[in-house]
């Protein structure tokens, strides 16, 4: 098969001709439709987020075909078989599964047995393994996945339409159940998860405030056309305080920023797998009971949840398509902000 593999850090993806994998116990064997691209896969390249044994191939939002399947169960690396739960595609038999359509995120692989995974933050297991990092993923024509994190995609949605809420949209979401009911909402970085989270948040009520790179009128005009009644610079004041604010951006000197235009009794959301340093915050700006978390990963939970929902807005993704071969090109289009919304790559057919 086709692939476009990671050797190290700092240097370009390499296009390569790899085995097709086989789908062992509880394993799919996908044929890939199409694969998100992410600003974890920069920051994969650029070292900022260790990849443990390369070579790997990346890419964590898989949109993919069923075309094997191995025996139900997942052994773990204890040598134990974890019992699956639920009606997802763990639930049935090969011959059920082929020609099944299911998306695969970041969190690829989870122990089961530690505190985190018996009770619900399966996302904080210590011993978790992610697609296109500890597991190969979906930059290649064929990608296998462990059966118990893969989601059966919505009905009308398109591959490449479907690739972004993989991760894009499972990450946003989960920030946005940090929020609360906060009403008034600020995005800063107006990328592939705020273009989706920008959908929700209106569908739901909120009033959405963007804030983008100085000067970016394309992606705050973006902003506008989806629903955000204001869109300015990171560095501006929004024209009333935030109830809640979510940082996509993997800039460390947003988070005093956004504390600054949040209200008393409000909250910012790191959003990203890695930042740049945080500078030091005045106490003045955490005072009146202002909250700074982080999101980690996700959750099974988050997946079934806004997968479910996603139609219901629905959300419309707005991606910018490249053949697989053009796997750099789109990292570094992505690195330098030369499209809105997300990227997607379609591997060749057979």
């Given amino acids: 098969m086709q692939a476009m593999v990671f050797e190290a850090v700092g240097r370009p993806l390499e296009a390569r001709e790899l085995p ?66 639920g009606n997802g595609p763990e639930e049935r038999d090969g ?24 009770s619900g933050r399966e996302n904080l297991c210590p011993r978790a393994r992610f697609t296109g990092r500890d597991i190969d993923g979906g930059m290649a024509q064929y990608a296998i996945a462990d059966r118990r994190f893969c989601f059966p995609i919505p009905d009308g949605y398109p591959d490449t339409q479907a690739a972004p809420l993989l991760c894009a949209g499972l990450i946003g979401y989960r920030c946005l159940r940090m929020c609360g009911d ?43 056309e989806l629903g955000a009644e204001w869109a300015g610079d990171s560095g501006q004041a929004p024209p009333e305080p935030l109830q809640a604010a979510i940082i996509f951006a993997p800039d460390g000197a947003l988070v005093p920023a956004a504390l600054a235009a949040t209200a008393p009794g409000g909250v910012v959301i790191c959003g990203g797998i890695h930042m740049s340093q945080i500078p030091a915050i005045d106490y003045e700006l955490l005072w009146h009971e202002r909250t700074v978390r982080s999101v980690a990963n996700l959750t099974r939970r988050d997946g079934e949840e806004f997968l479910a929902l996603a139609p219901q807005v629905p959300v419309r993704t707005h991606v910018s398509e490249y053949p697989l071969h053009q796997a750099n090109r789109a990292l570094d289009d992505l690195r330098h902000g030369r499209f809105v919304g997300a990227a997607v790559l379609r591997p060749p057919a057979d």
């Fill in 20 to 85: 097709q994998p086989r789908a062992e116990r509880g394993q799919l064997l996908l044929r890939v439709r199409a694969c998100g691209v992410c600003r974890t896969d920069l920051h994969l390249l650029d070292g900022e987020v260790e990849v443990p044994n390369p070579p790997r191939v990346l890419g964590h939002q898989i949109v993919g075909e069923v075309v094997e399947a191995g025996p139900p169960g997942a052994t773990s690396r204890a040598g134990t078989v974890a019992q699956a739960t």
């Fill in 95 to 118: 011959d059920e599964m082929r020609g099944l359509r299911v998306g695969v995120p970041w969190l690829g692989w989870t122990c089961g047995e530690c505190e985190w995974c018996r």
């Fill in 182 to 224: 906060a009403e008034r909402l600020g995005l800063y970085g107006f990328g592939a998860a705020a273009h989706i989270l920008c959908q929700v948040a209106r569908w739901q009520g909120r009033r959405v405030f963007a804030f983008t790179r100085a000067g970016d009128e394309s992606a705050q005009r973006f902003a506008r």
